[in-house]
């Protein structure tokens, strides 16, 4: 049974920095692409960066050169850090892993974001 524990979410200033954290268990990830979803209130959920198991990245537009995504295989655990938050940032955060034939997602049970002052 695939679980995912997200951690690291919680209220911040603009312009101000949180790490995000997913830790997997229950089965192999080296087929998996691993990365962060967000929806924000009365928007659909929207990808925010993904990492393969090489290291391979992709970011949304909206994060580039503020936020960056990495990886340890050898404990299952992606990480999201973000760097100069905006008040659109606020969302909540979703982890996922995605097997890179047969796409099968899973999907952890989200943290919330808030930029505020």
């Known amino acids: 049974q695939v679980q995912l524990v997200e951690s690291g979410g919680g209220l911040v200033q603009p312009g101000g920095s949180l790490r995000l954290s997913c830790a997997a268990s229950g089965r192999s990830f080296s087929m998996f692409t691993m990365g962060w979803y967000r929806q924000a209130p009365g928007k659909q959920r929207e990808l925010v960066a993904t990492?393969?198991?090489?290291?391979?990245?992709n970011y949304a537009d909206s994060v580039k050169g503020r936020f960056t995504i990495s990886r340890d295989n050898t404990k299952n655990t992606v990480y999201l850090q973000m760097n100069s938050l905006k008040p659109e940032d606020t969302a909540v955060y979703y982890c996922n892993v995605r097997h890179v034939v047969i796409r099968t997602d899973y999907w952890g049970q989200g943290t919330q974001v808030t930029v505020s002052s």
């Open positions: 990492i393969t198991s090489g290291g391979n990245t």
